[in-house]
């Protein structure tokens, strides 16, 4: 009997090591932080830094909580997100058209792609007085911000993508018999998703950005709003929550696209180190 | 002579200063299968691929049906040397990529999978395939469509020996079915024999026709037929610029400096 029972008893210990080092591996990225957090409580606790200026882990989870008990920080993720949701599709969407019109003919490359690096080169946040000027302090100027910083990345993206689709890919199309629309949607578009696909998630970080941006300069509501707020009634706590509230807006709409991403290229042949 | 399918005729095609081939004429007729085979560089998938539309830079004059060669002509279909599946469709869908994306489902898709045997990877993607499964799916795909002329470029050189055998004996019948006229590059003379009506072979630096072997066997055929061996060793003759010389190396290696000299074992000194 006992020979049977040692390999049943060690494969029950190897699982369940196993397991517990599946379990490691998905919390060791909360190590750090967790970490930090306590030094962070006790140094402020310990009267080394003022509590004024850095409050403690648990003042803001109070904050936090009177935020969204109140419905006000709700309110500002609603407006900010919204924001974001519309800016980037504005900007994305017209990258995508263009993107495709210019990675497509050489002769709207010619024509547009010289004027589009040079707005390129434009800093993003100078473009902020003039759209205040030209579209006042309503949201006209916030989303039109938060489309410009997404249409860039979308944008050289996608023109890279199409543009170095395989020529083999593309001789098979025509092979097929496929010209004008129906080889770009069958080839071009298939083949520069990916590219496309590292554009959104790049524009999408950066409508996040000007967000923030388009927020701290004018704005009566959204997280930028809150920050300002923060600042000017000098609560350190109202800032450092809306900094937290922003990484994980940011965090799970870039999770969202990753998810689409996965599932939309799963034919991707890529070396991947994830687990799978 | 005027052929009623293909008449090819190319003075010359040059890639930058190299000059390809020169002087390449020859024709075929609707229901024909002819091979094409020559040393490797010698411009056979460049003859492809001018027939296929693919390449049109060269001095000559070309006609299918009476027509110049265009890309997106249903007329001709083209199987690449490499597989070329689209990686973003599954193995079915590349197969039935003539029809789009609702083709996966033709019933013709199934019994073509299951005829280069990969019934059990219709969902799959292509990254998932091994080279010669690859190959096979691409096979698929080119005779899922039916054109008048199917080119193939080496199609069976990644597949095992027991495979070929099916996928060439599939490719005829599905040619003769559908009256499909084939021209097959291949470097194996005796697939080149067994399969077709005539083997051109060429020549290569610059690549030109060195000769014309008709086999004059009729299909079914065994592939033991002394007829057709004979037909093997001609079309090698031709391939070896008409001659039986056979390159004897030994003396080249002979007098090549041993890279590497085994150690004798007496000559090692154990101190104990
Ligand atoms: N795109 C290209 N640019 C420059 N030279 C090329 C190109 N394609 C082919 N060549 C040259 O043309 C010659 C013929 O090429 P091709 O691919 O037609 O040979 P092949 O007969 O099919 O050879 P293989 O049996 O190895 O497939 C080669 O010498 C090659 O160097
Ligand atoms: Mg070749």
Excluded at chain 1, 185 to 190: E, K, V
Excluded at chain 2, 4 to 29: E, M, P, S, T, Y
Aim: proline residues 5%; contains cysteine; charged residues 15%.
């Amino acid at each position: 009997m006992s020979e049977v029972s040692i390999p049943a008893s060690t494969a029950v210990v190897a699982s369940s090591r196993f397991e517990f080092k599946a379990l490691i591996r998905r919390v060791q990225g909360l190590l750090v932080p967790a970490v930090l957090v306590i030094i962070w409580e006790t140094v402020v606790r310990a009267g080394w830094v003022s509590q004024h200026l850095l409050p403690p882990p648990s003042e803001l989870v109070t904050t936090l909580a009177d935020l969204a008990g109140n419905g006000t920080l709700l309110g500002h993720i609603g407006i900010s997100s919204l924001r974001v949701l519309i800016g980037f599709f504005i900007g994305a969407g017209l990258a995508v058209v263009v993107g495709a019109a210019v990675g497509l003919s050489r002769r709207t490359e010619a024509l547009l792609d010289p004027t589009f690096q040079a707005l390129r080169a434009i800093p993003s946040l100078a473009w902020v007085p003039l759209l205040l000027l030209w579209l006042g302090i309503d949201e006209a100027p916030k989303i039109t911000l938060i489309a410009i910083g997404a249409f860039f990345p979308v944008y050289l993206n996608f023109v890279a993508g199409i543009q170095n689709v395989e020529r083999k890919l593309v001789e098979v199309g025509g092979i097929y018999g496929l010209t004008g629309y129906r080889l770009i949607a069958r080839i071009f578009l298939p083949a520069a998703l990916p590219n496309l696909f590292t554009g959104l998630r790049s524009g999408l970080s950066l409508s996040w950005m000007f967000l923030v941006a388009a927020e701290l300069i004018a704005a009566s509501s959204g997280l930028g709003y809150l920050l300002t707020d923060g600042r000017e009634t000098g609560r350190a706590d109202l800032v450092i929550v809306a900094i937290i509230v922003l990484a994980l807006l940011g965090k799970t709409s870039d999770s969202l696209l990753l998810w689409l991403e996965v599932r939309l290229l799963g034919w991707r042949d890529v070396f991947d180190t994830r687990p799978s | 002579m005027s052929h009623n399918l293909l008449d090819l005729a190319v003075a010359a095609k040059d890639f930058q200063a190299l000059r390809v081939i020169k002087n390449v004429r020859f024709g075929i007729n609707a229901g024909e299968v002819v091979s094409l085979v020559g040393p490797s560089g010698c411009g056979k998938s460049t003859l492809l691929r001018i027939i296929g539309g693919l390449d049109t830079s060269y001095s000559g004059k070309v006609c299918i049906k009476g027509e110049p060669p265009h890309l997106h002509s249903r007329e001709v279909g083209l199987i690449f040397q490499e597989p070329r599946l689209l990686p973003w469709l599954m193995v079915a869908e590349n197969v039935a990529f003539e029809l789009g994306r609702k083709g996966r489902h033709h019933p013709y898709v199934t019994q073509l999978l299951a005829e280069v045997g990969l019934s059990d990877f219709a969902t799959a993607y292509p990254k998932q395939l091994s080279g010669g499964m690859a190959q096979r799916a691409a096979i698929a795909r080119g005779l899922f469509t039916q054109p008048s002329l199917l080119l193939l470029d080496e199609p069976f050189s990644a597949v095992d020996a027991f495979t070929r055998r099916r996928l060439q004996d599939l490719l005829l019948s599905v040619a003769g079915h559908h009256g499909t006229t084939l021209l097959l590059v291949t470097h194996d003379v005796s697939e080149a024999v067994y399969l077709s009506d005539r083997v051109i072979v060429l020549a290569d630096r610059p690549g030109r026709i060195s000769g014309q072997v008709i086999v004059g066997e009729a299909r079914p055929r065994d592939r033991r037929n002394p007829q057709l061996i004979r037909r093997e060793a001609e079309v090698l003759t031709l391939l070896n610029d008409g001659t039986n010389a056979f390159f004897d190396l030994s003396y080249d290696l002979a007098s090549a400096p041993t890279p590497w000299q085994a150690a004798r074992l007496s000559s090692l000194n154990f101190a104990i």
